[in-house]
């Protein structure tokens, strides 16, 4: 049981470039999230999924796009990157079990670089 | 959801408990208080939450007071391995189809020493 894994770990973009973040998870949780944290700061949530093929915005979504194709993956994608996406970015996923003990399973982050 | 105040940091001696204090005096009834740290930029790792009475668990208790305005998360004898950012955050009951979105502060950094 590997949980939830990040990929890849480290990665250097020169601005306009794209790629996209690989976040998979075999806990078979519905819920997914991604999020964002530069330093010395909290993280701040980017995009979310409540289940497979459903998406939606969270605090700061715009520059990024995400799809759930398939239920224990979650992909983020920079489509042309800025320097200011220069940030760790980490993977979460939860069990909706309809009440406060929803517990968010972080991935371990993949830190990107924009030059 | 309300929003919290932390300590920006505190140090702890190895082996003594680790108090940590959280202030949410605008947190409304139906709102719980959760605990997550995070050690040196892994992700961010759950430890407890609650609603309005005291929980303990394997890794540390979660004291309420009363009027539910702030919090202490308390580690009982902390180790060097504790030594990570902490994060208290108040969010509303999840309800089945909802996302449990977190919000995050800067949290207390905790210095555990030897």
């Known amino acids: 049981n590997a949980g939830v894994t990040q990929t890849p770990k480290f990665r250097v973009l020169k601005t306009g470039q794209s790629m996209t973040l690989l976040c998979a998870q075999d806990?078979?949780?519905?819920?997914m999230y991604w999020y964002r944290q530069d330093p010395g700061m909290g993280l701040r949530l980017i995009h979310y999924s409540v289940g497979e093929g459903t998406t939606a915005k969270g605090e700061v979504p715009d520059g990024y796009n995400v799809s759930r194709l398939k239920k224990q993956n979650f992909l983020l994608g920079l489509e042309s990157a800025a320097p200011s996406q220069t940030s760790v970015y980490f993977c979460?996923?939860?069990?909706?079990?309809?009440?406060?003990?929803?517990?968010?399973?972080f991935g371990p982050g993949t830190r990107l670089l924009v030059l | 959801d309300a929003k919290t105040t932390q300590p920006p940091s505190m140090d702890c001696a190895e082996g003594r408990a680790a108090n940590l204090p959280c202030n949410h005096s605008t947190i409304s009834g139906n709102e719980y208080v959760y605990w997550y740290r995070q050690i040196h930029s892994q992700g961010p790792q759950y430890i407890i939450h609650g609603l309005k009475n005291n929980e303990t668990n394997e890794m540390a208790s979660l004291i309420i007071t009363e009027d539910r305005k702030s919090s202490t998360l308390i580690l009982p004898h902390a180790t060097l391995r504790d030594t990570a950012v902490y994060y208290c955050i108040v969010r509303l009951r999840a309800y089945t189809g909802t996302a449990s979105k977190l919000t995050f502060g800067t949290g207390t950094r905790l210095q555990v020493t030897l």
């Open positions: 806990m078979n949780h519905e819920y």
């Open positions: 979460a996923s939860s069990y909706p079990s309809g009440g406060a003990e929803e517990t968010q399973y």
